[in-house]
């Protein structure tokens, strides 16, 4: 792990960037990630798929499910996978927000203040259980996964590249938790469920963690650099002006069908993640079924239908059902 002062801007990142990985390696590097982290979570194939998209497109992920279906191992999998920074907050109802940015210490021996990074200042940063830290201390989070930078006492700090967060929600006991600031939610790129393994999935996952957790054995596949250069890539991935057209009606639809529709930070994001999709399928091309495939954990948490019959993910299929790919078809 590096060592490196992480209040630093960029560091030596400019020189890491300077050359972007090929599209055939940054897919080796995806399948290389998932393979890795298939050694400690069982099943949940997708949804690990998912993650090292969120990874490779620049975002953050939210995974929301029943406690002990395996979503701060997933997490703790994907941050073994890389060797960079790794940080932990753990989401209680008395954290604070400096307790997640850091704080300004007088420092008797100097007679100055010194600024004490927060556990934000990292490249993967998980947020475990944030649901159950009160909105003011979740809102900590919201300039640092917007603008990958943090501000404490007027004066603004960059966070390190690559920046991630990965956040677990509690999605039982609704009295002792909060609601996420819907702010927040937007800033997620996706939002997974892993759901309960079936019968052999459960069978093989008891195998392997008879005497040591193979979370324990888990060795780094790639590296800080690596993934700043594979996001370079990513970012350089065609999306020709149909795809966006099409991305585009997509989200319109989600506004005129119900209260609260897909933001245009949503299709930013689809398109991000779209792009990753196709570099690990080794294309440098988008096409519609990397949208399709990545509109419904992207698009869904950020709509509001008002209807308790009828929610976001039930737009989203409606959408993907019915706005047609090309936009000269009736």
């Known amino acids: 792990m590096s060592d490196a002062d992480p209040t630093s801007p960029t560091g030596d ?78 989401f209680t109802p008395d954290l604070l927000p400096t307790d997640v940015t850091g704080v300004n210490v007088f420092n008797e021996q100097t007679r100055e203040f010194e600024f004490q990074p927060g556990p934000v200042f990292g490249n993967i940063v998980l947020g ?26 007027g ?20 009295n002792r938790t909060y609601e996420l600031p819907f702010a ?13 393994p079936d019968p052999d999935e459960e069978a093989a996952l008891l195998g392997r963690t008879v005497g040591d957790h193979p979370i324990e054995s888990l060795e780094p596949v790639t590296d800080r650099q690596t993934i700043v250069k594979a996001r370079e890539t990513v970012s350089n991935v065609r999306v020709e002006r149909p795809v966006r057209e099409y991305v585009t009606r997509l989200a319109s639809y989600t506004r005129e069908h119900a209260r609260i529709g897909a933001s245009p930070r949503g299709t930013i994001a ?22 399709q495939a990545e509109a419904p954990v992207v ?15 039930a737009i989203v299929a409606e959408a993907l ?9 009736t």
């Open 128 to 153: 475990d259980e944030i649901n159950r830290a009160p909105p003011k201390t979740q809102s900590a989070l919201l300039e640092a996964m917007e603008e990958t930078q943090v501000t404490v006492d």
């Open 299 to 313: 698009l869904a948490h950020r709509i509001r239908t008002g209807d308790r019959d009828r929610d976001g993910d």
């Open 13 to 90: 990142e400019a020189t890491e960037t300077e050359k972007p990985l090929s599209i055939s390696t940054v897919a080796d590097l995806g399948a290389a990630v998932e393979t890795n982290v298939s050694k400690v979570i069982v099943g949940n194939q997708d949804v690990v798929e998912h993650v090292v998209t969120a990874l490779l497109g620049g975002g953050h992920v939210l995974l929301e499910d029943v406690p002990g279906v395996g979503k701060t191992m997933l997490a703790r999998s994907i941050a073994r996978s890389v060797d960079c920074r790794f940080r932990r907050i753990q």
């Open 321 to 329: 059902e019915c706005v047609p790919v090309d936009s000269d078809r």
């Open 270 to 291: 689809l398109l991000r993640v779209a792009q990753a999709r196709a570099a690990t399928d080794a294309r440098d091309y988008v096409l519609p079924d990397d949208v």
């Open 155 to 174: 004066e603004t700090r960059a966070l390190p590249a690559p920046f991630t967060v990965i956040a677990t929600q509690n999605a039982v006991e609704p």
């Open 184 to 196: 927040e939610l937007d800033r997620f790129t996706k939002k997974l469920h892993l759901g309960y």
